[in-house]
C-alpha cells in the first residue's frame, strides 16, 4: 500500500467554514474522481489539542487539516498522477488551500490497535 498524506492552512483572504465546505463538496469530489484512489479522508482540523502540552492557547492553528489517501502502489500513484483528474485536483488547490504552508509526504502506516 502507499499512503500520502497533504497537511494544510487555508488560505487567509477566504472564510474558514467557506473553504470547508469547499474541501468537501468540490475539492473531495475532484479527488474521488482520480483513478486508483483505493481510500480518501479528509481531516478536518477543530482546535490543537489542549491535552497534549504541546497546544499554546490564544494562537491560531499550525494547520487547518490533512488529508490522506491510499494507492495499491507507488507505480498505481504515478499513474494517477499522469491523469486529467488527478491534474484538475492539483489546479484546484490554490483556490483554498495556502500552497506555501502545504506539506505533503508518503507515510508507513504503522497501526497499533
Keep these: 500500500m502507499y499512503k500520502v498524506v497533504w497537511i494544510t492552512k487555508f488560505r487567509q483572504d477566504r472564510d474558514r467554514d467557506e473553504m470547508r465546505r469547499w474541501w468537501l463538496e ?7 474522481k482520480i483513478p486508483g484512489v483505493l481510500h480518501y479522508v479528509q481531516n478536518h482540523w477543530e482546535q ?14 499550525a494547520f487547518d487539516g490533512h488529508a490522506e489517501a491510499w ?8 499513474t494517477a498522477l499522469a491523469t ?13 488551500f495556502d500552497t ?11 497501526v497499533m490497535r
Design 26 to 32: 468540490v475539492h473531495g469530489e475532484l479527488f474521488l
Design 48 to 61: 490543537e489539542n489542549p491535552h497534549s502540552g504541546a497546544a499554546v492557547t490564544g494562537r491560531e492553528m
Design 71 to 78: 494507492f495499491e502502489s507507488e507505480e498505481a500513484f504515478m
Design 84 to 96: 486529467d483528474e488527478f491534474q484538475a485536483a492539483i489546479a484546484d488547490v490554490p483556490e483554498c
Design 100 to 110: 506555501h504552508s502545504m506539506v505533503s509526504g508518503v507515510l508507513t502506516e504503522h
